[in-house]
């Protein structure tokens, strides 16, 4: 099992001017701790999960990640995950082509229906009801799928989004994996089993995590996709780790392990988040062993 760690929170020690700085250094702790993965959340205004208010600090995700793409060499950069109403697909398409570009090839297309309300009437941006978002949602995946591929540059005609060419030049250096997040059984897996190279669950509990890994399997049987084929991670925030419970977090882990999941993705919430990846480090190697 591998290590991910993902940054939701921004109220850095020194306030705003010590951001950049602290993100910096929480690129170089990551690598040098083995992480394979580095995120954000794709929000505009803060989340109530992170016992913050919503007026507490919060960076666009894709500028973030473009800046730590200069501040690392090997880590995978996306965000958990993409909202899809607040980026026309084709411009995410170059969004994260760009990144994909300027990292070496390292950018993954983390991307999910969207749901926080509040920061889209608060912005001006369209909240359309959950059956649309999720229309938009596959539309988005297939024109992302059109954009990476270079013999087509055609058109794309659907119903909510409609593209006369489908250019994308230059072509990502590598076609950027599609980690497509949440549990929702009938919609959500569906669309992981049919556009995804990874699931993003919750880590409530095995065995929940397990149920979803049915779903999911189900889905793939439907459709002829090799279930194998798909990574699986989680947000292990259930109970959320910290330095001094890391033995009993990697012991946590050993179930999901079982499971198949790939990687466990962990959160500092701390006003110094390059310290916390230094201090977690350790787990790494521990993590690694599971499931072998």
């Known amino acids: 099992m591998d290590l991910g760690f993902h940054i939701p929170v921004f109220d850095i020690d020194g306030g705003p001017t010590a951001i950049a700085g602290e993100l910096a250094a929480v690129g170089k702790a990551a690598e040098a701790a083995g992480a394979t993965w580095l995120s954000f959340m794709d929000h505009f205004f803060q989340i109530e999960p992170t016992g913050l208010p919503a007026e507490a600090n919060m960076l666009e995700g894709y500028t973030s990640l473009g800046y730590l793409a200069a501040h690392t060499t090997s880590v995978d950069l996306g965000l958990l995950v993409t909202g899809v109403t607040y980026r026309h697909p084709g411009l995410l398409a170059k969004i994260v082509t760009t990144l994909d570009i300027l990292s070496g090839g390292r950018a993954v297309l983390g991307i999910g229906a969207a749901w926080f309300e509040r920061e889209h009437r608060g912005l001006g941006v369209p909240y359309p009801a959950l059956a649309e978002r999720f229309e938009r949602l596959e539309e988005s995946l297939q024109i992302c799928n059109q954009m990476w591929d270079p013999a087509d540059n055609g058109p794309f005609e659907g119903t909510h989004y409609q593209l006369a ?32 190279d990874a699931c993003n669950l919750f880590g ?45 977090f990697v012991t946590h882990m050993a179930d999901y392990a079982e499971l198949g999941i790939d990687t466990a993705i962990i959160t500092p919430t701390t006003g110094a988040p390059a310290s916390w990846i230094d201090a977690m480090s350790p787990a790494v190697p521990k993590l690694a062993e599971l499931g072998r």
């Open 165 to 196: 060419e489908t250019l994308c030049s230059p072509q990502p250096i590598n076609r950027p994996k599609v980690s497509i997040g949440g549990g929702g059984e009938r919609k959500t897996l569906r669309l992981v089993a049919q556009y995804g």
């Open 204 to 248: 409530s509990s095995p065995d929940d995590v397990a149920h979803k890994l049915d779903v999911l399997r189900r889905h793939c049987d439907d459709l002829g996709r090799d279930y194998d084929t798909i990574r699986k991670t989680i947000l292990a925030n259930n109970p959320r780790p910290e330095p001094d419970t890391l033995d009993e």
